[in-house]
């Protein structure tokens, strides 16, 4: 590929607003000009201008294996030449199916769709059809997807650019969504269909449930007969092999899923129980479809995924993220910076202050810190350095099975010698 990346993305402004195709990719809210990648393997990625970055980014976990893993490439090859979509039922989405309701106990079926916004999305009318209620209830920072009704008080892009929600929202379509702070148990009443949550905060940088905050969640939905649902776009199969349910003991009503199930093909998924899922089209009233839901490509690259994956793989990425997370605080913390490194399974976090603080624990404590201006700078610092962190203070870090012990000590080095950078400035 020839041009640069300033080149690039000025052809990419004419024809793509903003020249991005999704808002968190674009360099807004730290300066600068997006390095437009042409090739990724592993752990890394190469841009335009033939530079190689490590890259913690990772398609903001779609890719766990990291990225053109050879036997997802292998099965993807096979698969498009059998054809790419049907508009039929296909093998590869029965077997994908039966690797996700064979890991996770309760999840009895799915139903595939094409995005995590789908899945949420849809996961919501289902709540609202099975129970005959309207509102749902949404934790503030709690990134959910697109969809009109859960774009309010929206953690990644949405905090990213300092909107509050999103124009060409109406009224109407947030009126029956009630948002509450994370990590508090709300009260309900039997007017609430669903209380929707993500089981580690992992759009408005990393937040970790309090003990207690999910399965008081459990008891509270009980006690008012409203739905469980656990937006799990970013912790299925990533946080542990059975996912949050696994990891936390408490069990939802309906589970939604994305990224990893897709091995970097566009999937989604929501699921519960067969009693819960009859009430979707064709069995139910529910109606919900998709001209290239389980699609064969996306089944074919996921259930490889979900295939080469094992218990050990979540032991050892686990043990690897922990240690990175500490060795990380530390560097940084002799620079005359603080950093905050939480950590759920292989999830990790990374606040940064001039001031000594603790891990955040809401919405409002995480604002406080990715608005002290000191990520950007630390985010040039680091790429100028090779390494690719996501361009906004949102995000967490997305450590992949492809990341050595190396490439992780050498970022240690680099984080400190960045972060010794910003602080002096
Ligand atoms: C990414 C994400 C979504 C949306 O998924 P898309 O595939 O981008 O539509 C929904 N919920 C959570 C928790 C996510 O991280």
Known sequence: MTGSNQSWFERAQKVIPGGVDSPVRSFRSVGGTPYTVVSGSGAYVVDVEGTRYLDYVQSYGASLFGHAHPDVVAALQTAAARGTTFGAPTPGEVQLAELMTARVPGLEQVRLVSSGT???????????????RDKIL??????????????????????QMGLPGSAGVTAGAVGDTIVAPYNVVPTLDDSVAAVLVEPVAANMNLVVPNDGFLSGLRRECDRVGALLIFDEVITGFRLA????????????????????????????????SRELLRHLAPLGPVYQAGTLSGNPLATAAGSKVLEMLTPGDYVDLSARVATFADNLSIAIASTGLYAA????GPLMGLYLSRTSFSPPTNFDEVKVLCENGLYGPFF???LERGVALAPGAYEILFVSLAHSEDDLARTVELAAESAKAVARS
Do not use: N
Not at 151 to 158: E, F
């Open 138 to 159: 949404k934790f503030d920072g709690c990134y959910h997807g697109h969809s009109d009704a859960l774009l309010v008080a929206g953690g990644s892009g949405v905090a």
């Open 241 to 272: 092999f059975g996912g949050a349910q696994e990891y936390f003991g408490v069990t939802p009503d309906i589970w939604c899923f994305g990224k990893v199930i897709g091995g970097g093909l566009p999937v989604g998924a929501f699921g519960g």
């Open 118 to 132: 789908e899945a949420v999305m849809s996961a919501v009318r289902l709540a609202r059809g099975a129970t005959g």
């Open 341 to 344: 490194t939480p950590v759920a």
């Open 380 to 382: 040039h610092a680091m």
